[in-house]
């Protein structure tokens, strides 16, 4: 079950609701996928998140051409959910095959929910054969519409961390976190 306002706010403005302010709705996985997508992109002004569910597709509006392409490499292009094959789309897109970890900044920069990227190329005595990035994330908890049965209320609470790891998945040499400050 999920909670769903009756007066929709922005999301990632949750107030305090009580029992007479909401109603309950069952939200099937690809919507709470297109939901932990939205709540990623909530605070970026150059990325809208729009889902179509006729055709089972999410599609990302970017502004910024090389916040586009990094984002259409860093995100899967479709994601199965059992009998149904949701695709993920990214306006405008890059088909070039790239390496993902080149375009995190690129794919986060202007996001208030984004802090910063730290590679670390070696670290004496172990001698990492390839750079390690991490993509650090504001500390703070994100609540999304979705049902998952964890929850009474219907919303997901979150870091912002754990939606990226969901939504990217493994990239390898790159770690999503979130700032200890």
Not at 96 to 125: C, M, V, W
Not at 145 to 150: K, T
Not at 151 to 178: H, M, P, W
Request: hydrophobic residues 35%; aromatic residues 10%.
């Amino acid at each position: 079950m999920s909670i769903t306002k009756r007066k929709r706010a922005s999301l990632g403005t949750d107030s305090n609701l009580t029992g007479d302010e909401c109603e309950m709705n069952v939200y099937a996985p690809w919507i709470i996928f297109y939901r932990q997508i939205e709540a990623m992109f909530s605070e970026d002004p150059e990325v809208v998140v729009t889902y179509d569910d006729e055709t089972k597709t999410i599609t990302l509006r970017v502004e910024d051409l090389k916040k586009a392409e990094a984002l259409s490499k860093l995100l899967p292009s479709h994601r199965v959910f059992g009998n149904v094959e949701v695709t993920v789309t990214v306006v405008p897109a890059n088909k070039e095959p790239i390496d993902k970890s080149k375009y995190l900044e690129a794919a986060f920069r202007g996001n208030g929910a984004f802090s910063h990227i730290t590679t670390i190329q070696d670290i004496p005595p172990m001698h990492l054969p390839n750079p390690v990035t991490y993509c650090v994330f504001k500390k703070e908890v994100v609540q999304y519409d979705a049902d998952d049965m964890s929850s009474e209320s219907g919303r997901i609470s979150t870091l912002y961390q754990d939606i990226a790891k969901e939504l990217f998945g493994n990239i390898g040499g790159v770690y999503f976190c979130t700032d200890s400050e």
